[in-house]
């Protein structure tokens, strides 16, 4: 039903609209904070739905764990990814597997963690501040991942393990990236790369072979500044960024 959508706010909860964004309903108000990163929409059964609590962006709130809804949103219970919030946990991104979506991913800010039975439980499969994770359109054995400072990691057995990929990018004065793969090309993955320093652009980078090997696509001008045609410095990369492929280019 393309009439309904949900929207997520860094201190503002979980919305819904059911008539095109004419009118939208408040679907968290008595949670223990408002924020929301991440919404996942179960692809065969649009009642279950998966939050990632928490401004990952903004740091406004802080994660207190993952939720489930089985009733559209209607009502909310915990799964197995829980957090104190004095523990300051952020969740980036939630992915589900694309043929079996009781497996999902979370990419937080201690690791990238799996669950196989729709969240019942939760294991961390590589430590470190992630911020966003994509996989393969075709083949779902190979995953991509972005670490915050990190760099890119890769895992080719479906998130089981990850290794770390250097060969064409950089090694230091980064800190938000942003990857996807190419849907008419899934063999290309795209990363873009946001610079320490400012917050500007730091570049895009480009691999033809599923994340194995990457060059320099461009660094300027500053299509993260304020700006319309690049000519500034900086910007507030860390904070909003995101990159999305032509579906058919």
């Known amino acids: 039903n393309p009439s309904i959508i949900y929207v997520g706010a860094a201190s503002g909860g979980l919305w819904k609209t059911?008539?095109?964004?004419?009118?939208?309903?408040?679907?968290?108000?008595?949670?223990?904070?408002?924020?929301?990163?991440?919404?996942?929409?179960?692809?065969?059964?649009?009642?279950?739905?998966?939050?990632?609590t928490g401004d990952a962006d903004g740091f406004d709130t802080y994660s207190f764990g993952?939720?489930?809804?089985?009733?559209?949103?209607?009502?909310?219970?915990?799964?197995?990814?829980?957090?104190?919030?004095?523990?300051?946990?952020?969740?980036?991104?939630l992915k589900f597997h694309p043929s079996n979506p009781d497996i999902i991913y979370a990419a937080t800010?201690?690791?990238?963690?799996?669950?196989?039975?729709?969240?019942?439980?939760?294991?961390?499969?590589?430590?470190?501040?992630?911020?966003?994770?994509?996989?393969?359109?075709?083949?779902?054995?190979?995953?991509?991942a972005s670490q915050f400072s990190g760099g890119i990691y890769r895992s080719v057995d479906s998130g089981e393990t990850w290794g770390t990929v250097t060969n064409g990018l950089p090694t230091g004065g980064f800190s938000r990236i942003a990857v996807e793969f190419a849907p008419s090309a899934p063999h290309i993955v795209y990363a873009l790369y946001v610079n320490t320093s400012d917050e500007g652009y730091y570049g895009l980078y480009r691999s033809d072979d599923t994340g194995n090997t990457w060059r320099l696509q461009s660094n300027s001008p500053n299509i993260l500044g304020w700006e319309s045609n690049g000519s500034d410095f900086g910007g507030q990369g860390e904070y909003d960024l995101t990159l999305n492929v032509h579906p058919t280019l």
């Open 109 to 144: 800010k201690k690791g990238i963690y799996k669950t196989v039975n729709a969240g019942a439980a939760w294991v961390l499969k590589q430590a470190g501040r992630f911020k966003d994770i994509e996989v393969h359109p075709t083949d779902s054995t190979i995953w991509i």
């Open 18 to 52: 059911s008539d095109d964004g004419a009118t939208w309903t408040s679907l968290t108000d008595n949670l223990p904070n408002l924020g929301v990163t991440s919404i996942l929409v179960h692809p065969a059964n649009p009642d279950i739905m998966y939050m990632a």
């Open 66 to 93: 993952i939720m489930k809804s089985l009733d559209a949103g209607q009502t909310w219970k915990l799964t197995g990814f829980t957090s104190p919030l004095p523990e300051l946990l952020l969740v980036a991104k």
